[in-house]
């Protein structure tokens, strides 16, 4: 990334300065939730969004993945990478997409495929609960500190029931809680969506989460 004010560019994964005369100046990009969703998910929950027009006036074609023409389409259904990699962990393809998370000197990455299967996961984070929460039509993950709760999936992607079968929403910002319930809606916990490859070279010591039996 690229910012024109000190013209640095910064590392997307861990948001230091890498080139420019920021770096060495101990700034670090504040990490916010991400948030990977299918157009028909988002336009439910904001109709009033517009989008930038396909007709852009430039070759590349902005179409879905898996779409003939879609922009690195091809590069996304292979082994092979566009540029040489230090290291690659043997614990997953390279290509695998996970969700990972960083805080306090720890890294933990979630495969994809195993959160959209189990839809929940509850865990422990860098000495904090956590729970996962799984999109199986977006492929993707939102992670919320659930404390000392337990939750389970609910009737849909958007909806968690904790372990009195009282539902959550599951909002960006937080997970909401049960109207009437008095409890405090839950924080979410940002982090990244990556493939292994890149995200193992960063972050080398990650741990890697392992389904339960």
Not at 71 to 83: D, G, H, I, P, V
Not at 90 to 114: C, F, H
């Amino acid at each position: 990334m690229f910012d024109r004010e000190s013209r640095s560019i910064w590392h997307s994964l861990t948001g230091e300065p890498v080139l420019g005369p920021l770096v060495g100046s101990g700034k670090e990009l504040e990490l916010l939730p991400l948030t990977v969703t299918t157009w028909g998910e988002w336009t439910t929950e904001h109709p009033d969004t517009v989008t930038i027009a396909f007709n852009t006036g430039f070759q590349r074609p902005y179409v879905k993945p898996g779409d003939p023409g879609a922009a690195y389409n091809t590069y996304f259904s292979e082994e092979r990478l566009m540029f040489p990699v230090f290291d690659l962990n043997p614990l997953l393809s390279p290509k695998t997409s996970v969700y990972a998370l960083r805080a306090a000197g720890e890294s933990k990455a979630y495969p994809i495929d195993v959160v959209t299967e189990e839809r929940v996961i509850n865990d422990l984070f860098s000495s904090m609960g956590i729970v996962v929460v799984g999109d199986p039509d977006a492929r993707s993950a939102r992670v919320y500190k659930r404390g000392d709760r337990t939750f389970r999936p609910g009737s849909d992607a958007r909806t968690l029931l904790d372990e009195e079968d009282r539902e959550w929403r599951v909002a960006e910002e937080q997970l909401e809680p049960p109207a009437g319930s008095g409890e405090v809606a839950l924080e979410r916990v940002p982090g990244h969506q990556a493939f292994w490859f890149g995200w193992t070279n960063f972050y080398p010591e990650t741990e890697l989460y392992v389904p339960v039996g």
